[in-house]
């Protein structure tokens, strides 16, 4: 039962770390897109948006996976937890980067062509910008692993 109970406390702080990197990219793809992101997801309803997001919270969540699974957690649960932090911070900054260097490889503002919906359909930018985010994860969580 303890043995239980301790997993369970470990998955609940493994949780709360991923959370704040999920919270971390949310504030990054926030600063590099047009407008503010809430408004533009949950107001305007915008799908390019929305695609861009879902993307993005996709790949984070495959960096978290992998740094968990990389973590140092064999060398106690605080290292375990702080490398899984740091892993996946990393894993924020670099698909950041990538998408600015795709953003001025480009042509045209890539933020502004990914917010463009057309009618109900969300230009094709979106799929390829929440794509590059999902590869850029694969990258990152092979290299932690």
């Known amino acids: 039962m303890s043995e ?6 470990n998955a609940l702080l493994y949780g709360l770390v991923g959370f704040v990197v999920m919270a ?11 407008g503010k992101l809430v408004h ?3 107001t305007e309803r915008n ?6 997001l879902a993307g993005q919270t996709l790949a984070i969540g495959l960096v978290i996976d992998q740094s968990i699974r990389a973590s140092e957690s064999e ?8 490398s899984t932090l740091v892993y ?27 917010l463009d919906d057309n009618g109900d359909r969300p230009h094709p930018a979106a799929w390829v910008q929440a794509a ?14």
């Open 24 to 34: 971390a990219g949310f504030i990054a793809l926030d600063l590099v897109t047009p």
């Open 88 to 114: 996946g911070l990393a894993g924020v900054v670099v698909m950041t980067v990538v998408s600015l260097v795709v953003g001025l490889l480009t042509p045209g503002r890539l933020g502004h062509a990914v």
């Open 40 to 42: 533009v997801v949950w």
């Open 47 to 52: 799908r390019g948006a929305a695609v861009l």
């Open 132 to 145: 590059l985010y999902i590869g850029t994860a694969f990258m990152v969580g092979a290299a932690v692993s």
């Open 4 to 9: 239980i109970l301790e997993s369970a406390g």
């Open 75 to 82: 060398l106690g649960l605080g290292l375990g937890l702080f």
